[in-house]
C-alpha cells in the first residue's frame, strides 16, 4: 500500500473512532480508585515504550497498553449511544 493511501486509511480510521465515544466501566468502581489506576496505566505503558519507539506507533502502543491494563483490572469499554 503506498504512503500516501495508508495515512488516508489511518486518518479516517482515526476520525471514525473519533465518533465512537465511550467510558471505563467497572462494578462497583468509585471516581477516585478509577483515577488512581487510569494514571497507573498511563503510566506503566509511557514506560514500557519510552527507550524503544517514537511518533505514532508510541502512541498506538501506549493506547494497547493502557487498554490492556484497564481490562486487567477489571474496566470494561463501554461505547456511549449517540444521541
Given amino acids: 500500500m503506498g504512503g500516501i493511501m495508508k495515512r488516508s486509511l489511518i ?4 476520525v471514525s473512532a473519533g465518533c465512537a ?11 477516585a480508585g478509577f483515577r488512581q489506576d487510569n494514571l497507573e496505566c498511563d503510566y ?7 527507550a524503544t519507539i517514537s511518533g505514532f506507533q508510541a502512541g ?3 493506547a494497547t497498553l493502557r487498554r490492556m491494563c484497564m481490562q486487567t ?4 469499554w463501554r461505547v456511549k449511544p449517540a444521541e
Fill in 11 to 14: 486518518a479516517v480510521l482515526l
Fill in 21 to 31: 465515544t465511550g467510558a471505563w466501566y467497572r462494578p462497583n468502581g468509585t471516581e
Fill in 73 to 76: 483490572r477489571g474496566y470494561e
Fill in 44 to 50: 506503566e505503558a509511557r514506560k514500557a515504550t519510552a
Fill in 60 to 62: 498506538w502502543e501506549q
